[in-house]
């Protein structure tokens, strides 16, 4: 699944690749999904987008927002797979679930794993999306302060018990954030997945705080993951320290044992040594 940094990637590629293309023709998938969401019909979305021009992309969480100019934006989130660009002479994927084709003959494609949503709004629509328009701050927006992560904690506190993990990967508490990128957090935080967040004295939330800001600036700089791929299907350069490959090596840190343990819902990969 595509998680901040890739979709960062993604939107900062296609306005350096995109941006001033005018659409010749758009496709909804011509190949079945059920867990693939559209809002428009196969006839509505093709004469919805033709004649529009590829407007400057911006991010929000896993959200990546694209304006099909005048009036449109298109909206691609919580999604995994491939969002691919083809250069004019080149041939589209034989299936996919949206097809952008341009008019110098170039093709957008997005091809799905899982789930996702592929969909079209009237501009100002867009905000009002289920998961995007009660969307909390994200880690690479201003906002996201010490202040802010310490008092989103405090609030949480006052609810059901959560452990660390949760506040990472559940409910879009922090959006653009998976369990993916979550297993190099909390190594590098030195907290273990299944830590409850009410044991956390004020350091260890310094830590945390610290190993979201620092994971990100890192994952994004490095194009995204290793295991996804960008706009032109390469992979990004971000290699992570906690995932099924750390089990063959030793911890970066202390050189124990690297363990697997399955915990809400996913698989986590940490060192029981230096996560307690």
């Known amino acids: 699944m595509f998680e901040l940094p890739e979709i960062v990637t993604l939107a900062s590629q296609i306005n350096q690749t995109l941006t001033g293309k005018t659409i010749r023709q758009g496709s909804q998938g011509n190949s079945p999904h059920k867990f693939v969401w559209y809002n428009h019909t196969h006839a509505e979305f093709a004469r919805l987008t033709q004649g529009k021009t590829v407007g400057e992309a911006w991010v929000r969480g896993r959200w990546l927002f694209i304006p099909f100019e005048p009036g449109y934006v ?111 957090i909390l190594f590098k935080a030195r907290l273990h997945p299944r830590r409850p967040l009410g044991e956390l004295d004020t350091d260890q939330r310094k830590a945390l705080y610290a190993a979201i800001g620092d994971t990100l600036r890192e994952a994004i700089d490095k194009g995204g993951r290793y295991d996804e791929v960008d706009l032109f299907n390469q992979p990004g350069g971000y290699v992570r320290l906690m995932d099924k490959h750390a089990l063959e090596r030793p911890c970066p840190v202390c050189g124990g044992a690297v363990e697997k343990i399955a915990y809400l819902g996913g698989s986590c990969y940490l060192c029981p040594e230096c996560q307690r």
């Open 74 to 184: 298109f909206l691609l989130g919580e999604c995994g797979g491939k969002a691919l660009y083809h250069p004019a002479a080149s041939k589209p994927p034989a299936k996919y679930h949206l097809l952008i084709a341009f008019e110098d003959a170039s093709f957008f494609s997005v091809t799905t794993q899982m789930w996702g949503a592929l969909e079209l709004y009237e501009r100002g629509q867009e905000a009002e999306r289920q998961y995007v328009k009660d969307m909390r701050l994200t880690p690479i927006e201003a906002g996201f302060t010490f202040e802010y992560f310490n008092g989103l904690i405090d609030a949480l506190l006052a609810g059901e018990k959560r452990s660390v993990k949760a506040l990472l990967t559940q409910d879009q508490l922090i959006p653009g954030l998976g369990n993916a990128i979550a297993q190099d």
